[in-house]
């Protein structure tokens, strides 16, 4: 598998970006400040490249960064070369057909502080118990069972790692009224179990779960907003059949928040759908 930019390395890039960007420059002239070639600071901004200590120490220089923002991103640099978490999930056979855009997700879902899901027709992955995702996968197009037992697996580490955390993040998830009303036709335990989980989730500190049961702007579409540090703006990540996409453009987010605001804005809670 190719090397996949980590969360700490597009986070370091990032900054480096929006420094550069405030300063009115062009890469090249980073570059050149630096000794670097136009391509480098590319990469480094992308985080598609690994960087050596010096680099990074003639960056922050360039920018003049108090002693505090420069500890920050050495801390990040120091963080860059981790292995992800998310890799002992995919075998060499998945590895080679993963998106790059999903191990970066998985990475920031973890660490995110707001999580704000809309999920049009499914519940969203965070809450499915292992009998839902099986019913789920016994309607999906054949994978090899070895791929589906290895998407369970992710999917419980998923959740996992995020409701195991000591201070929870914010989160908020939409659910379409069609996501429920394909679970009223699953079995029994299974859809009984999955509405417990659903209200147990909803009664966690920090944690709201709302059906959306009227038209609104986000119809025919689910995606996540996550925000991960203070420094960093909100991504939006949208999932589809061909492929999936990690946007961090901010005018491309601000019109998911738009879409994420209306669904929100016909929505029940949860245990008054329920009723």
Not at 32 to 52: F, L, S
Not at 74 to 99: P, V
């Amino acid at each position: 598998m190719s090397e996949q930019p980590t969360l700490a390395r597009r986070a370091m890039g990032l900054r480096f970006k929006l420094l550069r960007e405030a300063k009115g420059e062009r890469p090249a002239q980073v570059g050149a400040g630096i000794g670097m070639g136009r391509n480098t600071i590319e990469r480094i901004e992308k985080g598609t490249q690994g960087t050596k200590r010096p680099v990074i120490d003639a960056m922050c220089r360039y920018f003049e960064l108090d002693e505090r923002e420069t500890s920050y991103l050495l801390s990040l640099w120091a963080k860059s070369s981790q292995r992800g978490w998310w890799e002992a999930y995919f075998d060499a056979y998945s590895e080679e057909e993963i998106n790059p855009d999903f191990p970066l997700f998985l990475e920031s879902e973890q660490v995110a502080t707001h999580i704000r899901v809309y999920e049009a027709e499914l519940i969203p992955g965070l809450l499915q118990l292992l009998e839902y995702l099986l019913e789920l996968q016994k309607v999906q197009l054949p994978i090899p069972p070895a791929v589906a037992k290895q998407i369970q697996e992710l999917r419980a580490q998923r959740q996992k790692l995020i409701f195991g955390r000591r201070l929870l993040p914010h989160m908020e998830f939409l659910i379409g009224e069609g996501a429920m009303r394909y679970l009223d036709k699953l079995p029994q335990p299974v859809r009984e179990a999955q509405i417990a989980r659903l209200r147990e989730v909803n009664s966690l500190p920090n944690v709201t779960v709302r059906v959306v049961t009227g038209l609104h702007a986000a119809a025919g579409t689910s995606f996540k907003l996550l925000t991960t540090t203070p420094e960093m703006p909100p991504i939006a990540y949208i999932e589809s059949r061909d492929g999936c996409r990690y946007i961090e453009r901010a005018e491309v987010v601000f019109f998911y928040e738009r879409l994420f605001a209306s669904a929100e804005s016909k929505s029940e809670e949860l245990e008054e759908y329920l009723a």
